[in-house]
C-alpha cells in the first residue's frame, strides 16, 4: 500500500514523500477500509509542520479526511 509516512517535521506538502508500507492488521472492533482519495487541509499541513496543537509520535501519515469502500 502506498502510503506519505512523516519521519520527521517538513516545511510543506511538497518536502512529502510516498512510500509502500505493509497493508496493517485491523484488530478486534475495527475496519480495513480501502482509501481511493484523501483530502490534505489545513489541519494536515501544520500537523505536517509541528504547528497543531497535537503532535503524533514519528513516524506518522497523516490525513484525517478520506474517501474509500
Known amino acids: 500500500m502506498r ?3 512523516v519521519k520527521n517535521w517538513v516545511k510543506g506538502p511538497a518536502d512529502l514523500e510516498v512510500k ?3 497493508v496493517p492488521t485491523p ?6 477500509v480501502r482509501v481511493d482519495s ?3 487541509n489545513f489541519f494536515d499541513i501544520l500537523l ?6 497535537i503532535k503524533p ?3 506518522f501519515t ?8
Open 38 to 40: 484523501v483530502g490534505a
Open 27 to 32: 484488530r478486534d472492533h475495527e475496519l480495513l
Open 3 to 5: 502510503a506519505i509516512v
Open 48 to 53: 505536517i509542520q509541528g504547528k497543531y496543537q
Open 57 to 59: 509520535p514519528f513516524p
Open 20 to 22: 509502500d508500507i505493509p
Open 62 to 69: 497523516p490525513g484525517a479526511e478520506f474517501s474509500g469502500t
